[in-house]
């Protein structure tokens, strides 16, 4: 099942043209990511599922082994050949959802290590990725601007500076006008 996605990413940055968008290429890298975090999960639960069944499993095979003891205390032959033969029939389905254990833990490890594969190949290509023409003829603008002697608002410390400026003189005129106010009226009363 993951193969299935690492052959699909593969084969579209493969296809991917030079002049494929870089967007495009990430927004497909990511919805591969997406889809493999999807697929460990499945295998997770898929493990779970395994690990379950081995586990009632496990119970019947001690059932018919108990079942057998207790045939045999009583010299009951012919249940102890059916207990026998659930037990042998139970023991192999055990050894067999065992190694299904094992094989699932260790697609679901390689699996694992794939993902990690592809996140540090997505953040590669998010780091390196171009910035887009828009970007690109914003910065040569905003650097135009600033050798005409402009500044960025981002930038700009003294304009910060004198919007405080402004800003502190316009509350204090409002607070003298407000004074002012108080101050006719008392004077009235």
């Given at each position: 099942?993951?193969?299935?996605?690492?052959?699909?990413?593969?084969?579209?940055?493969?296809?991917?043209?030079?002049?494929e968008?870089?967007?495009?290429?990430?927004?497909?890298?990511r919805?591969?990511?997406?889809?493999?975090?999807?697929?460990?999960?499945?295998?997770?639960?898929?493990?779970a599922a395994?690990?379950?069944?081995?586990?009632?499993?496990?119970?019947?095979?001690?059932?018919?082994?108990?079942?057998?003891?207790?045939?045999?205390?009583?010299?009951?032959?012919?249940?102890?050949?059916?207990?026998?033969?659930?037990?042998?029939?139970?023991?192999?389905?055990?050894?067999?959802?065992?190694?299904?254990?094992?094989?699932?833990r260790s697609?679901?490890?390689?699996a694992?290590?794939?993902?990690?594969?592809?996140?540090?190949?997505?953040?590669?290509?998010?780091?390196?990725?171009?910035?887009?023409?828009?970007?690109r003829s914003?910065?040569?603008?905003?650097r135009?601007?600033?050798?005409?002697?402009?500044s960025?608002?981002?930038?700009?410390?003294?304009?910060?500076?004198?919007r405080?400026?402004l800003?502190?003189?316009a509350?204090?005129?409002?607070?003298?006008?407000?004074?002012?106010?108080?101050?006719?009226?008392?004077?009235?009363?």
């Open positions: 099942m993951f193969e299935r996605l690492r052959a699909a990413i593969h084969a579209a940055l493969d296809a991917a043209a030079p002049r968008d870089a967007r495009d290429r990430t927004a497909r890298m919805e591969a990511v997406l889809a493999a975090r999807a697929a460990l999960e499945a295998m997770r639960d898929g493990i395994t690990d379950r069944a081995l586990a009632a499993e496990r119970i019947r095979l001690a059932d018919a082994e108990r079942r057998g003891r207790l045939a045999a205390g009583i010299q009951d032959h012919e249940t102890v050949d059916v207990a026998d033969a659930f037990a042998a029939k139970h023991r192999e389905r055990v050894r067999v959802l065992e190694r299904k254990l094992e094989a699932q697609e679901l490890a390689l694992e290590q794939e993902l990690g594969e592809m996140k540090a190949q997505l953040q590669e290509v998010e780091r390196n990725r171009p910035a887009s023409d828009a970007a914003v910065e040569a603008a905003w135009e601007l600033e050798t005409a002697g402009g960025r608002p981002e930038t700009d410390v003294a304009g910060d500076v004198l405080s400026r800003d502190r003189a509350r204090e005129a409002l607070a003298d006008q407000q004074l002012d106010a108080l101050k006719r009226r008392m004077g009235k009363q």
